[in-house]
């Protein structure tokens, strides 16, 4: 148990929909950061946010968004969505900026028909 | 060019031996992290190990050490006495600043590792 938790855990979506991600972090921590993972792979760094505000991005085009709230919670947006957008996206918070530990959710698998 | 370099995709290894799982990195930036993350079926993450650039001693957290050698840019981890429990995926990552105080987390290929009874 993490206190990470992502919401839904599965969807289904067709191609050009957008779709919305949920995460909640542990209480306390300010830094939280989305990561996408293709089956078989690493997980790809989309982005992170501190204290509300984006701090530091992978290499994802802009319709790939995101939003802080003051009480831990999070969002990751994509819009028009392709069917490579299919995978699985993992959320992690951290204490700070400079924690050594991510603390991951379980995901929510995305599946772009 | 790849920043982290996991080359091995499988490893078996016998319950209660050691095992090593290796990691290569590369970065400019002088201040880094690396991490170690156990991904089981489930598809949580679990952090294992952390060690900071600057960070003299290698890193040790229970069974879990992390053999870091700097001027070859390696940072493998060693499981000792493994268990069944221990077979999962096993990703080595190294957080690397963007500058401004931005960072970004930068995730190997992973190493299926199956322990046997």
């Known amino acids: 148990e993490t206190g990470v938790t992502q919401s839904p855990t599965h969807l289904i979506k067709t191609r050009g929909q957008q779709v919305t991600l949920r995460c909640s972090s542990q209480?306390?921590?300010?830094?939280v950061s989305w990561y996408q993972q293709a089956l078989g792979q690493g997980p790809q760094f989309i982005f992170q946010?501190?204290?509300?505000?984006?701090?530091g991005r992978g290499n994802f085009p802009p319709r790939f968004s995101g939003l802080q709230f003051p009480n831990y919670s999070s969002e990751l947006n994509v819009n028009a969505l392709e069917l490579d957008d299919s995978a699985l996206y993992l959320c992690?918070?951290?204490?700070?900026?400079?924690?050594?530990?991510?603390?991951f959710g379980e995901g929510s698998r995305l599946t772009v028909l | 060019a790849q920043k982290i370099t996991q080359t091995q995709p499988g490893m078996f290894v016998q319950e209660k031996e050691a095992v090593t799982l290796d990691c290569t990195y590369d970065?400019?930036?002088?201040?880094?992290?690396l991490f170690w993350y156990k991904q089981p079926s489930s598809g949580e993450m679990i952090f294992l190990i952390y060690?900071?650039?600057?960070?003299?001693q290698n890193a040790t957290e229970g069974r879990y050490s992390l053999n870091f050698q700097k001027a070859r840019k390696s940072a493998n981890l060693v499981i000792s006495a493994s268990q069944l429990g221990d077979s999962a995926m096993y990703f080595c990552?190294?957080?690397?600043?963007?500058?401004?105080?931005?960072?970004?987390?930068?995730f190997g290929t992973g190493t299926r590792l199956k322990v046997l009874a």
């Open positions: 990552a190294m957080r690397e600043g963007l500058g401004s105080g931005t960072y970004k987390y930068i």
């Open positions: 060690q900071g650039s600057y960070d003299q």
């Open positions: 992690a918070s951290s204490l700070d900026l400079v924690s050594g530990e991510l603390f």
């Open positions: 970065t400019s930036d002088p201040s880094y992290g």
């Open positions: 209480s306390g921590h300010n830094t």
């Open positions: 946010y501190y204290r509300e505000e984006e701090n």
